[in-house]
């Protein structure tokens, strides 16, 4: 029995057509499944609403967005407000993808802002760390980290900690079929856990990085790994459900 609740997120990223979404959760409401795990999936921001709609009548699905602005409104051309998303209903952002943050130079300042956004408005935060393969190699995996927590969750307010969720993501493993080990992952989140200086204890902390249906079993029965961010097996439904289905027998 796990001492937090699993949760399986899916990060569709730039990915999915009204049609496959709607083939999406046409297999998941077959598939009658009967979750004993969170499962959430975050859609590009365009259909975050006929998400909603569509998870709505399947009932098991949460869903959020994958990045959001660090203000609430204004002159941001292109940018998604936090507060528009609670407005929306959403239930979580993402904040820190390496995507994010390698593609468009997004710090650790900038995300600490963004952090704040969203805790500002009550969304649950998925603040992502993780270090690059030049990183691991030079030993510096664990500076990296830590200073992506300190910077990006500085000036957290106490009664906003319970909102924010880590997601452990080496960077080279993300879409790369390198899946780190689970003794790997599992090292790395208990430091995550140990540097957490709110919440610790019930913080989820998901690992993200090349999950499969294949390989999610091992690296859920850690002690400190709290379920899975999923980039590519979360678009298909038959292997998300696989996901959840491993999460609901842990
Ligand atoms: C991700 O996008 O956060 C991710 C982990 O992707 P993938 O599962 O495809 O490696």
């Given at each position: 029995m796990k001492a937090r609740e699993i949760h399986i997120v899916g990060n569709w990223k730039m990915n999915q057509t009204l049609h496959e979404i709607s083939n999406f959760f046409i297999e998941m409401t077959k598939m009658k499944m009967e979750l004993k795990c969170k499962a959430w999936i975050a859609p590009q921001a365009l259909h975050i609403a006929i998400l909603k709609e569509?998870?709505?009548?399947?009932?098991?699905?949460?869903v959020g967005a994958q990045n959001c602005s660090h203000t609430d409104s204004g002159a941001f051309t292109g940018e998604t407000s936090p507060a528009a998303l609670a407005d929306m209903g959403v239930e979580f952002v993402?904040?820190?993808?390496?995507?994010?943050?390698?593609?468009?130079?997004?710090?650790?300042?900038?995300?600490?802002?963004?952090?704040?956004?969203?805790?500002?408005?009550?969304?649950?935060?998925?603040?992502?760390?993780?270090?690059?393969?030049?990183?691991?190699?030079?030993?510096?995996?664990?500076?990296?980290?830590?200073?992506?927590?300190?910077?990006?969750?500085?000036?957290?307010?106490?009664?906003?900690?319970?909102?924010?969720?880590i997601a452990y993501e080496p960077v080279w493993a993300i879409g790369t079929g390198k899946v780190a080990t689970?003794?790997?992952?599992?090292?790395?989140?208990?430091?995550?856990?140990g540097k957490l200086t709110q919440n610790s204890e019930h913080a989820i902390i998901l690992y993200g990085g090349s999950v499969k249906p294949d390989n999610i079993d091992t690296l859920l029965r850690k002690e400190?790994?709290?379920?899975?961010?999923?980039?590519?097996?979360?678009?298909?439904?038959?292997?998300?459900?696989?996901?959840?289905?491993?999460?609901?027998v842990i």
């Amino acid at each position: 029995m796990k001492a937090r609740e699993i949760h399986i997120v899916g990060n569709w990223k730039m990915n999915q057509t009204l049609h496959e979404i709607s083939n999406f959760f046409i297999e998941m409401t077959k598939m009658k499944m009967e979750l004993k795990c969170k499962a959430w999936i975050a859609p590009q921001a365009l259909h975050i609403a006929i998400l909603k709609e569509m998870a709505f009548t399947t009932g098991a699905i949460q869903v959020g967005a994958q990045n959001c602005s660090h203000t609430d409104s204004g002159a941001f051309t292109g940018e998604t407000s936090p507060a528009a998303l609670a407005d929306m209903g959403v239930e979580f952002v993402l904040v820190g993808h390496s995507e994010r943050r390698t593609i468009f130079n997004e710090g650790n300042e900038i995300l600490n802002q963004k952090v704040l956004a969203a805790l500002k408005n009550n969304l649950k935060v998925i603040y992502c760390v993780g270090e690059t393969l030049s990183e691991r190699e030079s030993n510096t995996t664990f500076s990296v980290i830590e200073e992506q927590l300190k910077v990006g969750l500085q000036n957290v307010p106490a009664d906003k900690a319970h909102l924010v969720m880590i997601a452990y993501e080496p960077v080279w493993a993300i879409g790369t079929g390198k899946v780190a080990t689970a003794e790997q992952a599992e090292e790395v989140h208990a430091f995550i856990r140990g540097k957490l200086t709110q919440n610790s204890e019930h913080a989820i902390i998901l690992y993200g990085g090349s999950v499969k249906p294949d390989n999610i079993d091992t690296l859920l029965r850690k002690e400190n790994i709290d379920g899975a961010l999923v980039g590519g097996a979360s678009l298909k439904a038959s292997d998300f459900r696989a996901l959840c289905s491993s999460a609901s027998v842990i």
